[in-house]
């Protein structure tokens, strides 16, 4: 299958690591990855900030960089973004009354995968370590974001993935169908309650004794480890597509303390 | 506008308590400070919600009751003047007083002129969000008129001279300890050995009440539904106290806004399924009343309703925000929503707080009236409160809609654009392009730069501060993606045909 990649702005400018390993895991499955250069962002900050006049040529961009690549599905390690193509998408063409967008991006959404949701759905992956080799000898505690949660309904496609990978010691996060607090622009005009939203769910991060705490979304991670590295904390984040790609032979790098459950250091 | 409703022409908005005094992040500030606050509210809305979840797991077509009780309130929305043509009709010919109140001071002084027309100076009231929202009480008192809250919530707010905090719970910030000192402190004849022991102070608010509702001979009540079929109006409750005010007093006032009408006796089944399974995790509320018109010799012999708009026509004009008038008022919303659970009802400065008040308070009085227009930003659109609603009231779409609507607003008028303004119109830039994202990208050694030797970036200008007030950013990575992948792929893949014929 030719997958076309939809890097997201912030892991393409931030995480490009979460990125590489998108495209370890689908080439390792035997697929194509192409990435149409002309991509940039799905314009969600601008949609939910209430700029809807400053969407409409971040949209027309990433409806143009995707209708026009030669693809079967696309991709994007981000349920926020996914989810962004998916609804706002076409909801932002009709603000501006253009009929002829509208149906382009309803046709990119229609296309467009989340990570989890493609390996499962369309790719048929039920075991990492088997299918993958995924493997990842490290104690990991697992956010589901809102909105892969709530607006694309991923069920528990993540987090079974997640249990399928070797070496892997899973612990639950408590309250962890809670918002994280990032919320986009809501982090800067509301900065007190998000903070006190994260610091709950740094709390119970904490408390699970993960060394890491992953999630398929790049903007909640960055956002709680912001909060656990401003605390002191010693547990990290880490996308799930890279601890997927994460095996044996090319473990994925962690920073931070590392306290190996299964007795198999890695480093 | 000539005629709306079968009304005179309207204001467009409503007035009353539905207006926040301070920004909504100002008063979330104050509020996050209070420390037992949280630790309250925190205790309350995580045991309303296991219960709510526990009876809504229960029925196996709870997603069939939501849709319907969704179309019901849809088609409401769109026959409403019809609808309440016919309920005006039924409720008169059953011996009702109908009167129209286009706002907050319409409808009080059409109280007040009831009640002074008994010559009575008390009224005992069961809860009722229509007369918080208008400020009925305070009206009454300044025309010297006293009135008793009877719910026993709304009588711990009201006689610590506070205002309620959350619609279905509006003690629900504070605790016994809290409540057995107000009613020491407030309380007429209240046992100087009171104890904190729920039951002891259920007892003693149940003797100061029993005194009210024998004596009092006018009460005021607000309405869950009203039924056009037949004109029967309808009082949901837990405690008893409404049925008391409805039964006991001569002169029985109610008051409610226009969008809580039913069709039909009927479709009140869904409601009665949705609405105590929404609101307090019960299978069904301990009581409903439901009365229609005057019986002779039995209940109040005078019978009047009050119809408020107070910005119900406004709202139901905005064709992308008319469904938050679906709102039956039964607070899931508010139980399940981060930004609430941390702040309480107070920071949103409305009588309807919560998400549901983040929506509703700005479409009953506009976007343009300054403080309120901070309400639409108080979520972090996380989705809680839209699967949470009983009759699926899409809560983050219309909170974007009305984002952009008081984006729009300011479009222009502003002499100096805000940094906000300056940020978006600056990433439209950067984001609607392939090529300007990867110039901008050429920027991120800066960002290494600055992150320095532990590799965080500790503290932002302007705005982007708000993020660094308790978040670190990570050091930008050497490369973008980007570039990496134009390294990796110096000649472009091969197009599918090329592949299939290899």
Not at chain 1, 135 to 156: A, E, I, K, Q
Not at chain 2, 7 to 34: D, T
């Amino acid at each position: 299958m030719r997958i076309a990649l939809f890097a997201t702005c912030i892991v393409d400018a931030m995480y490009p690591a979460t990125a590489k390993a998108t495209v370890k895991i689908l080439e390792r499955l035997g697929h194509d990855v192409v990435f149409p250069e002309g991509q940039a962002c799905c314009g969600q900050m601008h949609v939910n900030s209430g700029y809807l006049k400053e969407a409409v040529p971040v949209v027309a961009n990433h409806v143009a960089a995707f209708d026009t690549a030669d693809y079967d599905v696309a991709v994007a390690p981000s349920g926020s973004c996914v989810a962004s193509v998916k609804h706002q998408h076409p909801m932002v063409a009709r603000s501006c009354g253009d009929a002829a967008l509208e149906a382009r991006a309803t046709a990119v959404g229609a296309k467009t995968y989340e990570l989890s949701e493609l390996l499962v759905d369309v790719l048929g992956v039920t075991d990492a370590g088997a299918q993958l080799g995924s493997y990842f000898p490290h104690r990991v505690t697992y956010h589901p974001s809102c909105h892969g949660m709530r607006l694309l309904r991923l069920g528990d496609r993540q987090s079974r993935l997640l249990r399928t990978v070797q070496g892997i010691d899973l612990a639950d996060l408590p309250e962890a169908d809670q918002c994280c607090g990032f919320g986009g622009t809501f982090s800067m005009k509301n900065a007190d309650v998000s903070s006190a939203m994260l610091q709950d769910k740094a709390a119970n991060v904490e408390a699970t004794g993960a060394e890491l705490c992953t999630g398929g979304d790049a903007s909640c991670l960055m956002h709680i480890g912001g909060g656990l590295s401003r605390q002191g904390s010693s547990t990290t984040t880490l996308h799930l597509a890279e601890i997927l790609a994460s095996t044996m032979e090319e473990p994925a790098s962690v920073t931070g303390e590392v306290r190996v459950s299964t007795g198999k250091a890695l480093r | 506008m000539t005629t709306f409703l079968g009304m005179p022409a309207l204001p467009a908005f409503g007035s009353g308590n539905l207006f926040a005094g301070e920004s909504f992040p100002k008063a979330a500030h104050r509020e996050l400070g209070n420390a037992q606050l949280r630790a309250n509210l925190g205790h309350a809305t995580h045991t309303i919600r296991d219960k709510r979840q526990a009876v809504v797991s229960e029925l196996p077509d709870w997603e069939q009751l939501r849709d319907a009780g969704s179309a019901i309130k849809e088609s409401v929305m769109a026959r409403l003047p019809e609808l309440l043509e016919e309920f005006e009709k039924n409720f008169t010919a059953r011996g009702g007083v109908i009167h129209w109140a286009r706002d907050a001071r319409e409808a009080n002084e059409i109280v007040a002129g009831l009640v002074r027309a008994t010559g009575e100076t008390e009224v005992v009231k069961v809860k009722s969000m229509a007369t918080q929202e208008i400020g009925l009480n305070e009206y009454l008192e300044e025309q010297g008129i006293e009135a008793f809250e009877t719910d026993l919530a709304e009588l711990i707010v009201q006689l610590d001279h506070d205002k309620p905090s959350h619609i279905l719970v509006p003690a629900i910030h504070k605790n016994r300890t809290e409540i057995r000192d107000i009613f020491l402190r407030e309380m007429p004849g209240a046992d100087p050995a009171l104890t904190n022991d729920p039951p002891v102070l259920a007892m003693a608010a149940r003797e100061h009440l029993r005194r009210k509702f024998l004596t009092a001979k006018v009460a005021v009540s607000g309405a869950n539904f009203a039924l056009a079929d037949s004109g029967t109006l309808a009082v949901v409750e837990s405690e008893g106290n409404g049925r008391m005010c409805l039964t006991l007093p001569e002169t029985l006032i109610t008051v409610m806004g226009i969008e809580k009408l039913l069709p039909t006796w009927q479709d009140l089944e869904v409601f009665m399924q949705l609405l105590p399974r929404s609101s307090t995790g019960e299978r069904m509320n301990p009581y409903t009343s439901l009365w229609t018109g005057v019986t002779e010799g039995d209940g109040p012999q005078n019978v009047h309703l009050v119809l408020l708009d107070n910005g119900r026509s406004a709202a139901l004009a905005d064709e992308m925000g008319r469904s938050a008038l679906h709102c039956i008022r039964c607070s899931a919303c508010m139980n399940v929503c981060p930004v609430y659970e941390r702040t309480g009802g107070h920071a949103y400065g409305s009588t309807y707080p919560g998400p549901i008040g983040a929506i509703l308070s700005p479409l009953l009085t506009g976007i343009q009236a300054e403080e309120n227009s901070s309400l639409p930003y108080a979520s972090s659109l996380c989705g809680a409160c839209y699967d949470a609603c009983p009759v699926k009231i899409n809560i983050p779409d219309i909170l974007v809609h009305l984002r952009s609507v008081d984006v729009d607003s300011k479009r222009g008028t502003k002499k100096v654009p805000s940094q906000m303004d300056v940020g978006m119109k600056a990433a439209s830039w950067a984001l609607s392009s392939g090529k300007h994202l990867g110039l901008v990208e050429k920027g991120l050694p800066l960002g290494r730069l600055a992150a320095g030797r532990d590799k965080k970036i500790k503290k932002l200008p302007g705005i982007a501060g708000g993020w660094t007030q308790s978040r670190d950013i990570p050091a930008p990575p050497a490369q973008s993606f980007r570039d990496w992948w134009a390294k990796e792929h110096k000649s472009p893949a091969p197009s599918r045909d090329e592949k299939e014929t290899q």
